[in-house]
Nanobody, 124 residues
Framework: QVQLVESGGGLVQAGGSLRLSCAASGRTFSSYKMGWFRQAPGKEREFVATISWSGAHTYYADSVKGRFTISRDNAKNPVYLQMDSPSPEDTALYYC?????????????????WGKGTQVTVSS
């Protein structure tokens, strides 16, 4: 069993900052590609960011470019999402996920492992 656990969510004011973390257990994810997704009430789950196993390559949704940063530590296990200058439209349940392959990093169906999510609420 592979387990991904998100943490760091909470209430943040627009223009503030927040850092989400994703811890993995049950398997080493050093060779996995990691991603962050989010889902707001009444909306589809959407791609936020992804990072290669080495951390050399990152990709972001247009809506968060320049504001959010995805990163991995030297062990390539914990994954983080630094959220700077969030806005109310960023309010959602944030999930971390892992995939072994697939070129389409933005498709949720290509990720085989998911955490249960951490809630982020942005007030104005």
């Amino acid at each position: 069993q592979v387990q991904l656990v998100e943490s760091g969510g909470g209430l943040v004011q627009a223009g503030g900052s927040l850092r989400l973390s994703c811890a993995a257990s049950g398997r080493t994810f050093s060779s996995y590609k990691m991603g962050w997704f989010r889902q707001a009430p009444g909306k589809e789950r959407e791609f936020v960011a992804t990072i290669s196993w080495s951390g050399a390559h990152t990709y972001y949704a247009d809506s968060v470019k320049g504001r959010f940063t995805i990163s991995r530590d030297n062990a390539k296990n914990p994954v983080y999402l630094q959220m700077d200058s969030p806005s109310p439209e960023d309010t959602a349940l944030y999930y971390c996920a892992a995939r072994e392959s697939h070129n389409n990093y933005a498709a949720p169906k290509n990720y085989g492992y998911w955490g249960k999510g951490t809630q982020v609420t942005v007030s104005s």
